[in-house]
């Protein structure tokens, strides 16, 4: 039934992601792409002369029925519909509506794909494919110091797990000499505390004392930052999409295929290769920053091919 306040599309929207953001505290990657999603709904609803307050069951089957028409993938569709599902869960809870046309909608049936990782020996080309770039006698000052910055960048990724944006947005005190231990501010602005190891702490030192260098020579063209890795964009520091294309390039240079790398891929990497070698996945559930633990249970695959490994391997009455 019709809103018993009516508003506009735009507004419910601004409503639902303030709500969102205040008690969910979902991230601006979070709120942006449930804006999106919904302001496509919005789109197909104004085709069919009707509206989030006015729609119902048969119109947001319609929707789904034309996304899969435009071609989206199951794992899109599905995306798109938990945003619906959570607007008019909204829109019930504040009495804008006094039924949900989503509640029986059902959605595409999908297995959970398992995560891209790369080898232990394919993140170790990489790693000295940038440190080996970084030691050409042939490269510039400016990039000799991008090389740096990018070895650091790859060091702390494997190292933490952390998410590419909790990554480029490290404070410059994080790289002090006797942390052993980062503060890090990840998802609805929680905080967690990752340990350093000492390849990415001599990393970090490496890279700062070229940053340093290059201020003095006036080469970087950066001046001194709040932030780790700055630059001139609008956040004050380097961007994920910088990071994303100067990895993809990496890859080429070490004879990976570009599109297996990427900062997420780093970041399965870590979270695999742990397990692999007998961590928790409670551990690895905290080292990540997930909420829930069944986020973390898209890797149980590893500890399961792990516990095949010990019982083939250490069980008396295995074959040898």
């Known amino acids: 039934m019709p809103a018993a306040r009516p508003t506009t599309d735009a507004k419910l929207t601004t409503l639902f992601l303030d709500m969102l953001a205040a008690e969910q505290g ?114 510039s000052p400016l990039q000799t110091l991008r090389g740096k910055r990018l070895s650091c960048l790859l060091e702390v990724l494997y190292a933490t797990g952390l998410r590419v944006s909790e990554l480029v947005s490290l404070p410059l005190s994080a790289a002090r000499r006797d942390a052993r231990m980062i503060a890090v501010r990840g998802k609805g602005d929680k905080e967690r505390l990752v340990p350093l190891n000492d390849a990415s702490k001599q990393s970090m030192a490496d890279y700062l004392a070229a940053l340093d260098q290059s201020r003095k020579s006036k080469t970087s063209g950066t001046a001194t930052s709040k932030w780790l890795f700055p630059s001139f964009g609008e956040s004050g520091h380097l961007s994920r999409q910088h990071f994303a294309r100067e990895l993809k390039d990496l890859a080429i240079a070490a004879g990976l295929a570009p599109r297996l790398v990427s900062p997420h891929v780093l970041r399965h990497a870590f979270a695999s290769h742990l397990l692999h070698n007998g961590a928790d996945l409670r551990i690895v559930q905290t080292l990540l920053g997930h909420t829930d633990i069944s986020t973390t249970q898209i890797y149980t695959h590893v500890v399961e091919e792990r516990l095949k490994s010990l019982v083939r391997d250490l069980h008396p009455l295995a074959e040898k």
């Open 26 to 139: 979902a991230g601006d990657n979070t709120l942006a792409a449930y804006r999106r999603d919904l302001e496509d709904l919005s789109s197909f609803l104004g085709g069919r002369k009707s509206s989030f307050a006015a729609a119902g069951t048969d119109d947001l089957r319609a929707f789904l029925a034309d996304l899969d028409t435009r071609g989206f993938k199951s794992a899109s569709v599905a995306r798109r519909l938990s945003a619906i599902r959570h607007l008019y869960r909204f829109m019930l809870n504040e009495r804008m509506r006094k039924d949900d046309p989503a509640a029986i909608l059902s959605g595409p049936k999908r297995g959970r794909g398992l995560p891209k990782v790369l080898s232990i020996a394919d993140v170790d080309r990489l790693l000295e494919k940038a440190k080996e770039l970084t030691e050409a006698p042939d490269r």
